[in-house]
């Protein structure tokens, strides 16, 4: 054997950083059922992507004071309602049969009846109206993929993010199949005008015992005497 060959083999594969970057594992794949079960088990909770199971990141105090504030704005507000709405929170599934995805949204609202996937009423299928409360983890997500993954579903039809930290917040109503209609209400002595459940909501509400970030103001130029 050329010992010398082998030895500069050794020495170009120690050279070479490619040689120590090592596969990515190929994640496990669950079935919905088994995704059911391990959800049922953990104390955490998992969204599910077509067979891959993600964690949901921890929320903060106050994404859980504004999620609250939501939800018992809306339950106020839709009592008095022509048609029967019903409010969920944060811990309902919500399943899309088109992609196989399964997510936690932090407040949606169903008309009449809740439909479901499964017979033990686990993942429900016909929100009308989702809110999701903006977080630095999750914002990017919220905004786009979650937004296009929720359009698959046929009762959905409006979207609304809400900032946690300043007064924002930012509906998408759909007008028709492929048409979603943008606004933006930042005043807090305003109301969020909820076209798919025919309601408005105060912005005060919505905030709630929050205390927003001060943004400290940036010097002005002195002027030179």
């Known amino acids: 054997m050329d010992t010398t060959r082998v030895q500069n083999t050794k020495k170009e594969q120690s050279d070479n950083p490619l040689t120590l970057i090592k596969p990515k594992r190929t994640p496990r794949r669950y079935t919905l059922g088994e995704y059911l079960r391990k959800e049922e088990r953990s104390q955490e909770r998992h969204e599910y992507f077509n067979g891959i199971i993600s964690p949901v990141p921890m929320a903060k105090g106050p994404h859980n004071i504004v999620t609250a504030n939501v939800v018992a704005a809306l339950k106020h507000a839709l009592k008095t309602a022509e048609k029967q709405y019903i409010v969920f929170s944060s811990d309902q599934k919500v399943y899309l049969p088109e992609l196989n995805i399964g997510l936690y949204p932090d407040v949606l609202v169903v008309c009449k009846k809740p439909e479901y996937w499964d017979d033990e009423e686990l993942l429900l299928t016909n929100p009308?109206?989702?809110?999701?409360?903006?977080?630095?983890?999750?914002?990017?997500?919220?905004?786009?993929?979650?937004?296009?993954?929720?359009?698959?579903?046929?009762?959905?039809?409006?979207?609304?993010?809400?900032?946690?930290?300043?007064?924002?917040?930012?509906?998408w109503y759909r007008e028709a199949p492929d048409l979603w209609r943008n606004t933006v209400m930042n005043d807090l002595a305003g109301f969020l005008n909820l076209r798919s459940v025919e309601c408005k909501i105060a912005m005060a509400d919505i905030y709630e015992h929050i205390a927003f970030e001060e943004i400290p103001a940036k010097p002005g130029k002195q002027k030179r005497k």
């Open 128 to 171: 009308l109206l989702i809110v999701e409360v903006l977080s630095k983890s999750t914002r990017n997500f919220d905004q786009s993929h979650k937004f296009n993954y929720y359009k698959s579903l046929p009762s959905f039809k409006e979207y609304v993010l809400i900032e946690q930290t300043h007064c924002q917040a930012e509906t």
